[in-house]
C-alpha cells in the first residue's frame, strides 16, 4: 500500500494553518516545519493577475531519492503504507554528512535543524495518528478542507489522477504520492 | 478540568480543554489545549466537520504568546520617560495603592469626565475582562466615553438610519443559497483565517458555493485570495468611491425599470426622493455608469452589467464588506447598498429586525452599571442610538478626535479635561489613526494605567504596568455566529498576571467601592450565568455545553407577516426624516455619494500622490501576535506597491521604502506585485510601532501614516489618506 496526500489548490487560501499546526504538534522551534507552506504564485500582469498557493510536505515518493542517496540507509520505505521514515540514529548529522537527501530530493523536502550537527527531519505521515486510523494533524486542520490524506488508489478513485499543479512538476523519476486538483488560469 | 482523554506514557495525564481565541479577528474557532501537569503541551484544531470551526495559524500558535519569554510577568512602574519602555518591578499591592491614590486625587481635582478607559478589541470578547475596567470606573463616579469605533461605526448608524437599529443588518446569511455573491470590499479568505460560522463569509463555505456554480464577483482595489479563489470577475475600484458605483447601479436599475415596485411601494419609504436624486433632478447630475466611470475607474459597462445581473437574479447576495465603510462618508456606502437591496427585495424587513439572541460581544455577562458623567438631561437615554453625532458629542468624545480631546480638553470644546487614561485589552497608539498625535497625546495625560501581556508600543506609555492573564488561564464565554464557545481555563495563571477582572475587585475597597464583585468569583459568576433561568432557554444543558466547547443556539426565527420595524415610519427608511433633521449636508437624509477628503483630485496629491489603505493581516489579529517568531516567519511586514508605480520611482520588489505625509514616516520593505491598482498602496494593520531615534517608524504600523478624523457620521476613516512612497 502506499500513503499518499491529497491538494485542492482551488481551495487554498495561504493561510499556513496546516504548517502551524504540524509546528504546534511536534513543538518545533522557530524556522524549518515538516509541512513547507506555503509557496505563493503570482504571474501575470493587473488587471488580470493570477495568484496561487501550494502547500507540500515529505510526498513519501513510489522511488524515495533521499533514500537512495543516503550514505548509511538511514532512510528507509516501509512496506505496510509507503511512509518514508528518517532512523535518526543512523543519521549522520548535517556536519558529518554531505547532506546527499536533501540534493537528492527533487522538492528539497529533507531538513536540517539549527543546532549543531542536527539530524534530517521530515514528514513521517503522522504515524501516530495513522495508528489511530486518523488523518495526519495538517489534513485535519485545514479550515477549507483543501487537503485529504489516503491510500493513493483510493485517493485517485475519489479525486482523479491529476498528478501536477501550478508550481509542481511531477517527477518521474521519484514517483511524488500526490494526487491534486490544480488552480487553472 | 474536564474530558479525561487518555493517558501519555503512564505516568501524568493529558487532559484535553477546550478553547477558543478572544483577539476579535471576527471569526471564533474551536481548539483544545492537551494539558499536562498543569502546563499546556499542544494545541489540536477541533478536526470535526459539524460544527465547522477549525482555526486559523493564529489561534494555533496561542501556546506561543501564553508562554512567550516577553510576557508581562509583573507590576511595574515606569522609571524612564513615556514611551521609552523602562519599567521597574513593584509588588501588587503597592501598584493598586498607587492607582487608588491618583484615581482619588484626579477625581477631587477635575471630575469623573477626566477618566477615560480605552478598552478595546485586544481581548474583549470574554465574559467579563472588555467590561472590568468601565464597571470600576462607573462605580467610582463616571468616565468620559469615547464612540466612532473602528469596525463598523458607518455600519451601525447606516443600519439605525435605514432599519432603526444599529444591531440590524448583521450577516447576510448563507453564501451556499446565493446564485450570485457580489462581495463588496469583503476579503473572508483572509478576514476569517478559521473555518467561522458566519455563514455569508466562511472561507469553506464560499468554496462550495463556487464549486456549486454560484457566480462569484468582487469589488475591491487588490486581487486579494478571496477574490483569486472565489471571484469570477474581479472589479478594481478606487478607494472611497463604492458609493458611486453603487449609486451608478441604482441608475441602470431605475432606468431600465428592474426596480421590484411591489416591494418598494409595501416595505419602504422615500425611493421616490433618492430616485430624483439618481436620475440627477436634485441637482442637474444623474447619476449614470459613465458618471461613476469617471470617479471609481469601473467600466460604465461593468457597472451596467452587474446592476442588470444583481436586478434580475434570485437569489443574489450583495455581501456589503466592512473596509470600504472606514473611509470618509463611509456610512453612505453602506445606505447606498441597503437601498440597492431594498431595491432588488434582496432584503425583507424581517430579516432586519433585530431579532434575540443570549449576548452580544463583550462583556455582557455582568452589568457595566450606569455612567454618571454620560448622563446629560437633554439626550436621549440610549445616546449610542441617536442618528445625531452632535448629540453624542455632547458628553463623549468621538474616537478621531481622541488625541485632540486629550491635548485641548474643555477649551477645545470638548465635554471634559482628559487626566487619566487606563487601556485594557487594546494596543491604543498603535490601532488609533495618527499615532505620532497620540504620542504627543498620551505624554500630557497625568496617569496612565496599562493592562497587558506584552512591551506593546501603548505599554511603554504606562505609568503602571499590570500583568495580565491571557485567555488560556481563565475561563470565558465567546459568542460568534450562532454559537457560543467555552474557553475552559486550562492552566493557572502564570507569573503575576491577573484578569482585568481581578485587578479591579482588588482595587474596588481602596476606591471605597463596595460590592464590586459581588463577593463571587469570575467562574462563579460565569455558572450562575449560564444557568440563569434567561440563559436557560439557550444552553438547555450546561454541562454538555462544558464538555463540547460550542453550543449552537438559533436565534428567534424573523417574524411572519407583516413586520413594523423601529424606524419612524415602521418600513425601511431610503429616506430618513430624523437625518434630515439634522439639517447636515454631509449628512444627507438619502444615500449620496460625496467626494472624500485625501482623494485623488485633492491639491494635495502633488505632495502624496497615493492612496493609502490599511487592510488586515492574516498572521495578526489586528495588533495581537504580531509578536510570535512562528507567525513573523511566514510573512514580513511590507507595504504593497503596484508594479507600474514601482517602476515610475525605481523600487524594486523588497527594497526599503519611506512612506510618509505630513503626519509621519514609516520605513519598510515594499512588495512590488499586481496585485494592487496602480495609484494604491497597503500597508497592513497591525504592526507594531518601532519609532527609531528620529521618530522614523521602523515597524510598518500604517496609523503613523493615517488621519485622525471620522466621517461626519462617525465611519472610521483609516482607508482614507494619501501618501508618497520613495526608495530610501
Not at chain 1, 53 to 73: G, K, Q, S, V
Not at chain 2, 206 to 224: F, H, M, N, W
Not at chain 2, 413 to 437: C, E, H, R
Request: proline share 6%; glycine share 8%; net charge neutral.
Amino acid at each position: 500500500m502506499q500513503m499518499a496526500f491529497y491538494f485542492d489548490q482551488t481551495r487554498c487560501t495561504g493561510c499556513s494553518a496546516c504548517l502551524i499546526a504540524c509546528k504546534e504538534w511536534y513543538d518545533m522551534k522557530s524556522g524549518p516545519a515538516y509541512r513547507r507552506i506555503v509557496v505563493r504564485i503570482e504571474k501575470d500582469k493587473y488587471p488580470n493577475p493570477y495568484l496561487a498557493y501550494l502547500t507540500i510536505a515529505c510526498l513519501h515518493c513510489e522511488r524515495p531519492a533521499c533514500a537512495a542517496a543516503c550514505p548509511t540507509n538511514a532512510i528507509v520505505k516501509r512496506e505496510e503504507d509507503g511512509v518514508t521514515v528518517v532512523n535518526k540514529d543512523l543519521c549522520l548529522g548535517k556536519d558529518n554528512c554531505a547532506t546527499f537527501c536533501k540534493e537528492a530530493c527533487p522538492y528539497g523536502i529533507p531538513d536540517f535543524g539549527e543546532e549543531e550537527n542536527a539530524k534530517m527531519q521530515m514528514c513521517n505521515f503522522c504515524l501516530d495518528q495513522l495508528a489511530e486510523n486518523k488523518n495526519p494533524i495538517c489534513v485535519d486542520a485545514c479550515p477549507s478542507h483543501a487537503l485529504d490524506a489516503g491510500p493513493l488508489n483510493l485517493l485517485a478513485a475519489k479525486y482523479g489522477q491529476t498528478r501536477q499543479a501550478e508550481g509542481f512538476v511531477y517527477s518521474e523519476e521519484t514517483m511524488p504520492s500526490i494526487i491534486f486538483k490544480p488552480k487553472l488560469r | 478540568m474536564t474530558n479525561l482523554q487518555g493517558q501519555d506514557n503512564a505516568s501524568s495525564i493529558v487532559q484535553k480543554v477546550p478553547i477558543t481565541c478572544p483577539h476579535d479577528c471576527g471569526g471564533q474557532c474551536l481548539m483544545w489545549a492537551h494539558v499536562k501537569d498543569g502546563v499546556i503541551v499542544r494545541i489540536e484544531s477541533e478536526p470535526g466537520d459539524e460544527p465547522p470551526a477549525r482555526a486559523c495559524a493564529r489561534g494555533l500558535a496561542s501556546r506561543k504568546r501564553v508562554y512567550a519569554p516577553d510576557r508581562i510577568k509583573y507590576t511595574m512602574k515606569r522609571v524612564g520617560e513615556r514611551g521609552e519602555g523602562k519599567f521597574e518591578r513593584i509588588s501588587w499591592d503597592e501598584a493598586l495603592d498607587k492607582i487608588a491614590a491618583e484615581m482619588k486625587r484626579i477625581k477631587a481635582q477635575y471630575g469623573p469626565g477626566a477618566f477615560v478607559n480605552l478598552q478595546y478589541a485586544g481581548e474583549p470578547l470574554g465574559s467579563f475582562q472588555g467590561i472590568a475596567v468601565g464597571r470600576l470606573m462607573n462605580m467610582f463616579g463616571g468616565n468620559v466615553q469615547h464612540w466612532g469605533g473602528a469596525s463598523l461605526e458607518g455600519k451601525y448608524w447606516a443600519a439605525l438610519a435605514t432599519f432603526g437599529d444599529r444591531w440590524a443588518a448583521l450577516g447576510s446569511g448563507d453564501a451556499r443559497s446565493a446564485r450570485l455573491l457580489i462581495l463588496w470590499g469583503r476579503n473572508p479568505a483572509i478576514t476569517r483565517g478559521g473555518n467561522n460560522p458566519e455563514g455569508d463569509s466562511n472561507p469553506f463555505f464560499l468554496s462550495q458555493a463556487k464549486e456549486a456554480g454560484t457566480r462569484i464577483v468582487c469589488i475591491d482595489p487588490r486581487y486579494t485570495e478571496t477574490v483569486a479563489l472565489y471571484a469570477d470577475q474581479w472589479v478594481p475600484i478606487i478607494p472611497g468611491t463604492d458609493t458611486a458605483m453603487l449609486i451608478a447601479m441604482a441608475y441602470v436599475i431605475i432606468n431600465e425599470n428592474l426596480q421590484d415596485q411591489k416591494f418598494l411601494d409595501e416595505y419602504t419609504v422615500g425611493f421616490d426622493k433618492f430616485k430624483e436624486y439618481v436620475l440627477g433632478k436634485e441637482d442637474g447630475i444623474p447619476k449614470t455608469p459613465a458618471w461613476a466611470e469617471v470617479i471609481t475607474s469601473v467600466p460604465a459597462a461593468t457597472i451596467t452589467g452587474l446592476a442588470r445581473e444583481y436586478a434580475t437574479t434570485k437569489t443574489a447576495m450583495l455581501i456589503d464588506g466592512w473596509g470600504p465603510g472606514r473611509t470618509a462618508y463611509g456610512e453612505q456606502y453602506f445606505r447606498a447598498a441597503y437601498t440597492l437591496k431594498a431595491m432588488t427585495s434582496n432584503i425583507s424587513p424581517s430579516e432586519m429586525t433585530v431579532r434575540a439572541r443570549p449576548f452580544r460581544g463583550a462583556g455582557y455577562l455582568f452589568s457595566k452599571g450606569k455612567n454618571p458623567f454620560d448622563f446629560d438631561p437633554q439626550a436621549p437615554a440610549d445616546v449610542g442610538q441617536s442618528l445625531d453625532p452632535a448629540l453624542k458629542n455632547r458628553r463623549r468624545v468621538v474616537q478621531g478626535n481622541l488625541y485632540d480631546a486629550m491635548m485641548r480638553g474643555k477649551d477645545g470644546g470638548y465635554p471634559s479635561d482628559i487626566k487619566m487614561a487606563w487601556v485594557n485589552g487594546g494596543n491604543t497608539l498603535n490601532q488609533f489613526a495618527n499615532t505620532n498625535k497620540g504620542v504627543k497625546a498620551f505624554k500630557q495625560l497625568d496617569f496612565i494605567v496599562v493592562t497587558e501581556q506584552f512591551m506593546t508600543p501603548t505599554a511603554k506609555f504606562a505609568d503602571i504596568l499590570l500583568p495580565a492573564t491571557t485567555h488560556l488561564e481563565r475561563s470565558g464565554v465567546y459568542t460568534g455566529g450562532g454559537r457560543l464557545f467555552y474557553s475552559e481555563k486550562a492552566i493557572e495563571p502564570l507569573f503575576e498576571a491577573k484578569s482585568d477582572f481581578q485587578i479591579c475587585a482588588a482595587l474596588a475597597p481602596r476606591l471605597g467601592i463596595e460590592n464590586y464583585d459581588g463577593g463571587k468569583t469570575e467562574e462563579e459568576l460565569l455558572k450562575d450565568y449560564l444557568t440563569s433561568p434567561d440563559m436557560k432557554k439557550w444552553i438547555t444543558d450546561y454541562d454538555a455545553f462544558k464538555k463540547r466547547g460550542v453550543w449552537e443556539w438559533s436565534a428567534s426565527q424573523p417574524q411572519a407577516g407583516k413586520v413594523v420595524l423601529p424606524t419612524s415610519s415602521g418600513k425601511i427608511e431610503i429616506y430618513s426624516q430624523k437625518v434630515a433633521d439634522l439639517k447636515n449636508p454631509e449628512i444627507p437624509p438619502i444615500p449620496k455619494y460625496m467626494e472624500t477628503w485625501e482623494n485623488r483630485n485633492d491639491p494635495l496629491t502633488k505632495k502624496y500622490p497615493l492612496q493609502l489603505i490599511t487592510s488586515h493581516f492574516r498572521l495578526r489579529a489586528h495588533s495581537v501576535f504580531d509578536n510570535v517568531a512562528w507567525l513573523k516567519d511566514l510573512e514580513p511586514q511590507r507595504v504593497w506597491v503596484n508594479t507600474a508605480d514601482a517602476r515610475s520611482r525605481g523600487i524594486q520588489d523588497g527594497d526599503l521604502v519611506r512612506v510618509f505625509n505630513d503626519r509621519g514616516v514609516v520605513l519598510i520593505p515594499a512588495y512590488v506585485t499586481e496585485r494592487i491598482m496602480p495609484g494604491v498602496v497597503n500597508l497592513c494593520e497591525g504592526a507594531w510601532y518601532n519609532p527609531d531615534k528620529d521618530g522614523v517608524d521602523r515597524g510598518g504600523c500604517p496609523n503613523v501614516l493615517t488621519k485622525d478624523k471620522n466621517s461626519p457620521a462617525g465611519a472610521w476613516c483609516t482607508h482614507t489618506s494619501l501618501v508618497q512612497v520613495v526608495k530610501v
